[in-house]
């Protein structure tokens, strides 16, 4: 699915950290990159309803996102997950999916429980499932961030940082989950990361921020060699 | 000491034996003062539940629990003179009433958090008890505004013919509050158990998951006060006539934000405890220990360091813990 998203302004005061952005993200997994305060989250966050530009529009589908309330988009098919932490504390795993599943979808009980099943184990999670999150490893608690945003039928996954802080065997069984989302759910994924080697791994395309506005976009490869790329990341001989 | 509480095997035997035990025991071996007693132990204990549930369970600072239940017992005592209608009956229309306030309340108190909330609410605690004061609560004269002027006139409020005597009408309490325990829970253990807890700890993060977060906001305001308002009707059965309003002042409202806390707002023994505490370890210090009278004032105290305690700890851990969790 295309995400369309036509001369997003957001003014925060003087400030811009949106200043006119016009990107197409062709479908699959799509990079967003970028130097710090490029204004990455804050796409995510005009995107998700936290945010609402002065001027713009976000076309998926056919449908205008920004039209409609947050909790709506969600139930529509935006999910995110965020840079920090958010599974809930004293619920279980299951039940934290099963949060998300029951608020965006109707369904019978069995259905949910077999959906919520399924995405904690497409994430590696079916063992740890009854367990409270507050219990688990900082590894678990990022998987339970992604299983929130990919249980049932999403149809835009935004993912800020997923992979922060985590060690690099933990983050490349999380670049497979990652990679294999498109295909499961059909979803567009977007994913916001400084790791460009999960960023090129993961995703043929991406887009690249900077100062609130775009600065490329293509085909990862190209797009990591791009001399104006290269420095806005304060000169940096190469990404990779 | 909250592990314990919540081990999961414990639950179910515990309740059976504390409901047992008031159902059959208590009524056997208390006199009429400690009977009375308990039956505002378990009216209370649905007060501080209710507060409890709000605070910890949704992270709504509200000080005005109060004010639905004393709207629930000023309404169920009116319509009880009023009219002829079954106890219980009274009791479930006092409740709505109270849920339907409770909302209004909820309303504007959902453009506020935190310390505003407590505010706001606190404000509405104190012209709750304006009015009251004003309507000369709630009276014992005959129809829905009777108001007689001499105390002798004063007519008892009437109990359901099943409960007339005070053990009686302690069972009676007992279940009831038993029902509204079993109420919260399931609202706790399902869906909106689960949305709370979401909003609780971040409302982005709450939003992305779909969940619409006005209006469960609303349904635990309209949970609580519903709660609050049967619990305030079946105060009002206990007391029957001369009901003071401090029960319902501003005093009052921090008293039982302070003893909920104290008790733990994560568990609802939290609010069986706080009642224990609020209603008959008081009465067992003036009753039996030397000092009398001095217990009363070093108990509010005591409530008061509880609560420092509680605030200074749940700032340094993020969990507001009290002694049942």
Redesign the interface.
Known sequence: MKVEVSDVRVQFGGVMPLDGVTVTFPGGTCGLIGPNGAGKTTFFNVL???VTPVSGSVLCDGVELLSMP???R??WGV??T?QTE?A????TVF?NV???Y???AKASRAKKKAVVEEALEFCGLSAVGQQLVRTLPAKERRFIEVA?AVVGEPKMVLLDEPAAGLPEEETNELSAIIRAIPERSDATVILVDHDMALVQACCEWSAVLDFGRLLASGPTGDVLRDPKVLSAYLGEDELL | MGAIFKHKAFEPGAIAVLVAFALFVAPAIFGAFWITNLTQMAVFAVVAASAGMLYGRVGLVSLGQVAPYGIGCWVTMRLAYATSLPFPVLLLIGGLVAAVIGVLIGLPALRVSGLYLALVTLMLAAAIETALGVLKFPNGGGGFKGVVTSLSDLAPMRRPGFAESDPAYFRFSVIIALLLFLLAYAFLAGKPGRAWASIRQSEPSAIAAGIAITQYKLIAFALAAFMAGVAGGLFAGSVRQSIGIDQFSRQAALFLIAVALMGGVHSLWGAVLAAFFSKVMLDLLTTYMVGGQFWNDFSLSLFGFGLMMNLIQSTKAMEKKGLLG
């Open positions: 998700s309803g936290y947050d909790y709506k969600a139930r999910r995110r965020f958010q809930i504390e004293g619920l039940d099963l949060t998300v029951e608020h965006t929130r």
